[in-house]
């Protein structure tokens, strides 16, 4: 069930489908790596941004959002004053510490964060994340950002409970 405190949210930018819901996703996926004791074994992420997420992403900070998700924050509690110069480390170096500095992956931007403008099959906010060792896939998740903040990873859409807001 969703409360009243569920609908107002904290984010970053101007709109919660496309910064509040990609943050989550983010840290989400870290979260999952770290669950399934994958963490250590990443060497690159490559994120992909489908539909209207990527249209708008850049200038919504959809992109921003994702990697500061990644490297653990969540909208409610990032120090917001630290994202433009970890974007621009991030950017300069071509790396990611991910899930709060407990790793360090390759990141450069322009090779691991993708747009298309083309939406995927269930919704038209959607995320692909994927770790990778080496050329080996250890790990991807598709997420939607259905809403109001609120992600839904593609095994569990269409399923109201599975939220996670």
Do not use: W
């Not at 939406?119 to 991807?140: C, F, P, Q, W």
């Amino acid at each position: 069930m969703i409360s009243v405190f569920d609908i107002f949210k904290i984010g970053i930018g101007p709109s919660s489908s496309h910064t509040v819901g990609p943050m989550k996703a983010g840290k989400q996926f870290t979260d999952d790596l770290i669950a399934r004791n994958l963490l250590k074994d990443v060497t690159r992420v490559v994120v992909d941004v489908y539909g209207s997420l990527s249209l708008t992403g850049k200038g919504h900070h959809t992109d921003i959002a994702i990697i500061m998700g990644l490297a653990g924050n969540l909208p409610d509690t990032v120090d917001i004053d630290s994202i433009p110069g970890f974007i621009q480390d991030v950017n300069t170096h071509g790396r990611l510490m991910l899930a709060n500095g407990q790793h360090e992956v390759e990141f450069p931007v322009d090779q691991c964060m993708n747009f298309h403008a083309d939406n995927l099959s269930l919704h038209e906010n959607g995320m692909r994340i994927t770790a990778l060792a080496g050329d080996k896939v250890v790990y991807s998740q598709t997420y939607y950002s259905i809403g109001g903040g609120f992600i839904v990873d593609e095994e569990h859409f269409g399923q109201q409970d599975k939220r996670t807001g």
